[in-house]
């Protein structure tokens, strides 16, 4: 009996997924062949330029879609080992820098340099790279979003802070459901895969707002003994300073 409604639960949530992955394709196909059709009806110079430029940014829409289902696919646990938080805070802000410029948002970091969690290495920095791209989007030119890792009884914490819009409680509730995006831009699937993966990595994540003064999105791991650490990455063991 148990196992039956949670093969329907599931399958409604399955439902529910591809609805929202049809929307997702659908929309912007629409657009493409509305607007193709009026290339075809022979549309004055200027405006082909307007109506090309329209069908190119439905055509990334649809891969940006397709890139964030792809990873919404994988989430097989990654294999876990001790990752240093400052390899992870690194690899983050490097993926996200060409974005904090171009908004002109300051990203900075702090953490003890040997804390380590015990992860999938490629699924943490994801997570980060997620949550940073979050809060630097939610940022005005000018904000700063910072990275503090500490440790939390047997565990580590990673909080992201941002100065951004924040978000009120009804956004706040939806905001890991898949396809829930506020922004032009969005697939919100961003907050649904992170929560997923670090959940897969026995971790947590929480999330503190207010609106118009900004947002904490908090990350739990375990924690890794640094002597693991040592072993697995000799190369960085020199390395002193904080994050
Ligand atoms: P996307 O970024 O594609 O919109 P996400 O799942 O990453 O999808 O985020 C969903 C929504 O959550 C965003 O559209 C935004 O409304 C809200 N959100 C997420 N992070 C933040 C943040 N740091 N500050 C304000 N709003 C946020
Ligand atoms: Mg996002």
């Known amino acids: 009996m148990i196992g039956r409604t949670v093969q329907a639960e599931k399958m409604a949530v399955l439902g529910e997924f591809a609805t929202g992955v049809a929307h997702e394709v659908r929309n912007p196909l629409a657009t493409i062949k509305l607007t193709v ?46 990752v240093g938080i400052r390899r992870v805070f690194r690899h983050a802000t490097v993926l996200t820098s060409g974005l904090a410029d171009q908004r002109q948002v300051t990203v900075s970091a702090t953490g003890d340099s040997r804390l380590a969690v015990y992860a999938s290495p490629d699924q943490v920095i994801q997570c980060l790279v997620n949550l940073l791209a979050n809060a630097i989007e939610a940022c005005e030119p000018g904000g700063t979003v910072h990275l503090r890792a500490f440790r939390n009884g047997n565990r580590i914490s990673v909080d992201i802070t941002d100065t951004g819009c924040g978000m009120d409680a009804e956004t706040l509730q939806r905001v890991t459901e898949p396809f829930f995006t506020t922004r032009q831009q969005g697939t919100g699937l961003g907050l649904s895969i992170t929560r997923q993966l670090i959940e897969l990595n026995g971790g947590d994540l929480q999330i503190h707002s207010v609106p118009g003064e900004g947002t904490t999105v908090s990350v739990t791991l375990p924690t890794a003994n640094s002597d693991k650490l040592e072993l697995a990455s000799p190369s960085h063991t020199k390395e002193q300073s904080t994050a």
């Not at 022979?42 to 055509?59: F, W």
């Not at 829409?61 to 876990?80: I, S, T």
């Open 37 to 82: 059709q009026a290339l075809e009806k022979g549309e004055p110079d200027d405006q082909r330029r307007d109506l090309l430029v329209a069908v190119e940014e439905e055509i990334d829409r649809l891969n940006r879609v397709v890139g964030d289902l792809l990873d919404y696919g994988r989430p097989v646990a990654g294999e876990p080992q001790a």
